[in-house]
């Protein structure tokens, strides 16, 4: 599949092409026309990137993608690090990683597998010491259908956004007694205000009309209870407050004002905004 694509991107690397990106993912459509693609030469610097072939098949994996950017003249440097907490004696250090990624402000990165015990005793794996590192709070996750590829479920498009630094991801962790693990788990209102506001700006960047918070508040009634208090503090219809304060402007004599306000709120519901 690599090949095929590297050929596809070399026999088209010259031809003149215009690309649109129209999704309903974006608020924006952007045009792209050129006469032809882009080459490293013809652009003023090679953008870094840290590189990252992780576990298992990873280092096949990103060697596909260097030979699809190589045929297609990407102006992408890579700095690739062996990390793995399989091989520790061969691995950079998280702070040689950490130190690259904050560098180059970018990152591509396959799976670091976490063995069921650690060398040197610790519960956090290296995949949360990078992440508290660099403070990779949010995982963004697309989930969507592709052309061509059959599936069970069809027509999927749907973002998951989740916070994985605190909570589960606290790995605080001891046996109380024989046979018996308790697990912290942290959740804090700093942390969950971040997540749920990154969710919600995200939704509004991409066009996303709608925001689900997942969360076991009923069982969990404070941890995840101030997660989900944090989540419907960033919604707020303001419907009802207007219709009052129209209210308050009758009550004023303000009759024509409180019509107006009254008449605003109907059109945009009419509107579905």
Known sequence: MAASIVRSVASRALLPRAAVFRSSDYGVHTINQ??????????????????????????????????????????????ELFFSELNPYLSVSVEKVVESVLANGVCLMHYLKTPDTSPTGELGSLNMKFRRGVDLFANVVHIKSLPGVRSRHKDLDFIIIREQTEGEYSAMEH?????????????????????????????????????????????????????????????????AMLLCSAKMLDHLNLRSYAAMVRNAVTKVLLDAK
């Open 34 to 79: 050129q006469k032809e693609a882009p080459t490293v030469e013809k652009l003023e610097k090679i953008l870094p990137c840290t590189m990252i072939p992780g576990d298992g098949v990873g280092p096949e994996l990103m060697h596909s993608v260097k030979e699809v950017f190589k045929a297609g003249g990407v102006p992408v440097k890579f700095d």
């Open 175 to 239: 046996e109380s007694v024989k046979g018996v693990v308790e697990s912290m788990k942290i959740v804090t209102r700093e942390k969950s205000r971040r997540i749920a506001k990154f969710a919600f700006d995200y939704a509004i960047k991409h066009g996303r009309k709608k925001v689900t918070a997942v969360h076991k508040a009923n069982i969990m009634k404070l941890g995840d209870g101030l997660f989900l208090q944090c989540c419907e503090e960033n919604v707020a219809n303001p419907t």
